[in-house]
């Protein structure tokens, strides 16, 4: 059989990304996310209560693989609803949404699989979302910067059992900010608003996967909104992992990179 | 030697607290330190690049013990005013302050320590600051409450090697906030601006020291301001270690959570 890819999309540029790259995807929208649906392709409306008929949609469309793409809220579920196959889910579904978002989406992830799919990951569905190792953009960082992302990184790396935090902001050896459930631009925000006595350095963002993160499901993104907060935070730049986060909108990243002055460092 | 305190004065209420119950100290104040200089002590001005003439001065107080009592930013040091003393000491603090804050101040503490005095922690002075633990005021916490103070001591536990945090929300088993270098109350003030929608649930503040610190120095500390902030952010309550936390002017603070019904549990 050929393989068929849907995009699942959530909220973001991703989706119209992952589109514009395989005219012959199938695109999911679901009730209550608000996407916009890209012209020339398939397009599937859904329901998170109403994942069964998902399937059979998505089976008779002849999809053999599924790929997560932007940011969904936790969706409100309504059991008068619910179709057959997600009456045998919920119970599932609801005990891992006890264990937060991460676990939710990887028993979704779940059971998609046992439902037939592959579920493929943004960047292996368009590789050039990921920036080779060792790629920069923008200024050299200075020592201090390599020690501030460092220290960043080591902050990401101790929080990672706590399955709590994607981005950190380190300056001059202090921590400015790290990222929990609103953002990393919400943190970027916060960070803009230390008071100057505070601030021994510019500073750069940290952002990375939680080590040992499932890579299919919740991969940081950072675009061209991510460099003008960091900006706007003062920063001299921004570091990811080599193959750890997507870059969004690379030209327009590009771009406010070139007008902002900061750095861009994967390593 | 009758032993006798001097009252290392930095900002906040807790210099003043500890000059009203003990009227024979010493009540030191530095150079561009903004305290007020309670009635009725001995007072020696003091400043940071003179170090050494201080110490004369507490000596000739017949001073045996010191206490570091509130808040001191990172002072501006001018070599040109160095005494003999503070020439001696000053790379010894530089190299200090290049690894942070709390190392300076343990080098600080050390120095003082060779010179003589015994430092001691504001709560050996006035045990009163510190709460006996199972106390609780206010409403007792919800089963949900206490899993979330769980969560929080468990992320500053995961902290405590990066010596960056004695403060966490958690609302719901979800993250909203970690303090960082801007203090308790800015963090308060970026929850209070979460999206209704990211939360789950009311949610504590988790105030404590970071595990392994010298509770001589640094020693966390919650007032009335704490618990409106935390008001002001929509939580339930406050949890904080028994004997990890100086609870500053316990009578306001009561009035402030019986006005906003707030608990407040040590344990």
């Known amino acids: 059989m050929e393989p068929r890819l849907a995009i699942l999309a959530g909220t973001g540029a991703l989706p119209q990304i992952l589109a514009a790259g395989d005219p012959q995807a199938v695109f999911v929208s679901f009730a209550g996310v608000d996407v916009e649906v890209p012209d020339g392709l398939i397009h599937q409306p859904a329901a998170f209560d109403r994942l069964g008929t998902l399937f059979e949609d998505l089976h008779s469309h002849g999809v053999t693989e599924v790929v997560f793409a932007g940011a969904m809220s936790r969706p409100a579920l309504n059991p008068a609803s619910f179709d057959a196959k997600m009456m045998t889910l919920a119970p599932r579904l609801m005990a891992a949404m006890g264990q937060g978002d991460d676990a939710l989406l990887r028993e979704v992830a779940a059971v998609f ?10 960047h292996e569905v368009a590789p050039d979302l990921m920036l080779p190792a060792e790629t920069r953009i923008g200024p050299v960082p200075k020592k201090q910067d390599v020690a501030d992302a460092q220290k960043g990184l080591d902050i990401l790396t101790a929080l990672a059992s706590m399955d709590v935090s994607q981005a950190v902001v380190v300056a001059g050896g202090q ?7 609103q953002g990393t631009d919400a943190m970027l925000g916060f960070v803009a608003q230390t008071p100057t006595h505070l601030r021994r350095a510019k500073g750069v963002l940290v952002k990375g996967p939680k080590p040992g993160q499932d890579m299919r499901i919740d991969v940081p993104t950072i675009g061209p909104d991510t460099v003008r907060a960091a900006a706007a935070a003062g920063l001299a730049g921004i570091y990811i992992p080599a193959g750890g986060v997507n870059v969004l909108q690379r030209d327009k990243v590009e771009q406010a990179l070139a007008e902002t002055g900061l750095f861009l460092q994967a390593r």
């Open 113 to 122: 699989t046992e439902e037939g799919f592959v579920v493929k990951a943004a």
């Open 175 to 181: 921590v400015l900010g790290i990222e929990v459930i």
